[in-house]
């Protein structure tokens, strides 16, 4: 047997009812956690056994998503705001003395013609997207740091990678591809100290956001007919990749956009 040869005693399968890990013990904080993609992320940490810090402006909406899943403690908070910002790194820090897993999920967009978007307006969507994706990740990072371990999720975008032609969105476009590059720079500053940095870029799921895009007959054939598999996504096929990225399945796994898309970004 050559010298460099590793023989692995065992190996024990990290599943817990399908598509899921165990994160008993562990600390999350999601921001966006008011609805769409951000409850669901919310409900699935908690069921995966971890502590989860739902962080969004609608407190009302996180108090009943709080009664109804176990675990899940409510904060209020505004990604942009630092006050709040920091508001949420006490809540965690201060009633479990740690956090684990930090989903930066807040984000929104708009469309709109370039030429007709002020600079204004494109900074408020960098803000949102891609500031606050930086500030609540270098916020959390120390405490990691310290700890040895920690997983950091960005929500990206399909959008980070291609154009979204034939509509008009270069700001949203601009600010995921900054969250994409971003994730990369943030892995490697990081990696040594054992904090994983990676993204998700979901392709066309129906979401708040995407409401008015499903709610037209003919936008939704023009994703099914663009979507190589033929449909949209539905939220649970984000399940999977969220707690790889979130447990110690993919605690080899640093730098990467986990693209969940039907194909749409391979043609």
Known sequence: MPEE???VDAVVPVTAGGISADLRGRVAVVTGASSGLGARFT???????????AAARRRERLDALAARVPGVI???CDVTNDEDRQRLLQAALGETGRVDILVNNAGYGRGARALDESVAEFQE???VNLTATFALSALFA?????AGRGSIINIASILGLVAASPSSQASYCAAKAGVVHLTRDLACQWAEAGVRVNAIAPGWFPTEITEEMFGDE?????IVRNTPMRRPGR??????PLLLL???????????TLVVDGGWTSR
């Open 246 to 256: 979130a447990s110690d399945a993919g605690s080899f796994i640093t730098g990467q």
């Open 235 to 240: 939220p649970h096929e984000l399940d999977g």
């Open 74 to 76: 409510p904060v209020t």
């Open 218 to 222: 003919r936008n939704l054939r023009w």
């Open 125 to 127: 969507i960098l803000t």
């Open 43 to 53: 409900e699935l940490l908690a069921a995966s056994g971890a502590v989860v810090f």
């Open 5 to 7: 040869a590793v023989i």
């Open 142 to 146: 120390p405490s990691m740091i310290d």
